[in-house]
């Protein structure tokens, strides 16, 4: 059955400094993987995708994630972590003929001035 | 742009309170769905459907319900509220075959139950 696992709950960077989440996930085929992003008292909005072609996709904000087949894995970087990235973060995972996506449990990213 | 209504941002009901969410989109979607969201649990399917009249339980279906009896609109139905149904719900939609799996979510609602 497919997963996805996002380890970290809580991750807190400093206004700035490098911004990594990750997800792992397990499929029996070659999924699509998406990365959600969830401001306070808001619904998800899609931040980026991999679906095929070139492993590393860009997404809005500054933020990037690289799928890497032989990791299982689709980390979530960006370069330098703004006040406004404060949110919670979701990691999803699609496989062809199963509609519905399967989510991480989130991580929530705080920014430290 | 796609829209996702939901028709409340907030909402208060007594346990054993019969309690209806609704959720309608613009962008003439076939898939609609229904999530919960709790603090580290992240987000658990409820129902989704893929047309009029047709529905399809998720991972945790049990105490609720749905109605799909247009396309644009989808309902959660809470037949008898608990106080372990306080949460908050997302709806979303999507398109079929070739871009199912972009899903539009709405803005929520938080339901506490007393």
């Known amino acids: 059955a497919q997963s996805v696992t996002q380890l970290g709950s809580h991750v807190s960077v400093s206004e700035g400094a490098l911004v990594l989440l990750r997800c792992n996930y397990s499929?029996?085929?070659?999924?699509?993987l998406f990365w959600y992003v969830q401001y306070p008292n808001q619904g998800l909005q899609l931040l980026l995708k991999?679906?095929?072609?070139?492993?590393l996709v860009k997404g809005i904000n500054g933020f990037e994630a690289e799928f890497k087949k032989s990791e299982t894995s689709f980390h979530l970087t960006k370069p330098s972590a703004h006040m406004s990235d404060a949110a919670e973060y979701f990691c999803?995972?699609?496989?062809?003929?199963?509609?519905?996506?399967?989510f991480g449990k989130g991580t929530r990213l705080s920014v430290i001035a | 742009d796609v829209k996702v209504t939901q028709s409340s941002r907030y909402l208060v009901k007594r346990t054993g309170e019969k309690v209806f969410l609704e959720c309608v989109q613009d962008m003439d979607h076939e898939n609609m769905f229904w999530y919960r969201q709790d603090p580290g649990l992240g987000l658990r399917l409820i129902y989704f459907s893929y047309d009029v009249k047709m529905k399809e339980k998720g991972d945790i279906p049990e105490g609720y319900s749905v109605s799909r009896e247009k396309k644009e609109r989808f309902s959660l139905i809470l037949e008898s509220a608990s106080t372990n149904q306080t949460s908050m719900y997302l709806c979303a939609s999507s398109l079929s075959g070739q871009s199912s799996y972009e899903q539009y979510f709405g803005p929520g609602t938080r339901l506490t139950v007393t």
């Open positions: 991999y679906t095929t072609g070139a492993t």
């Open positions: 499929s029996s085929v070659p999924p699509y």
């Open positions: 999803a995972l699609f496989e062809w003929g199963n509609t519905p996506l399967v």
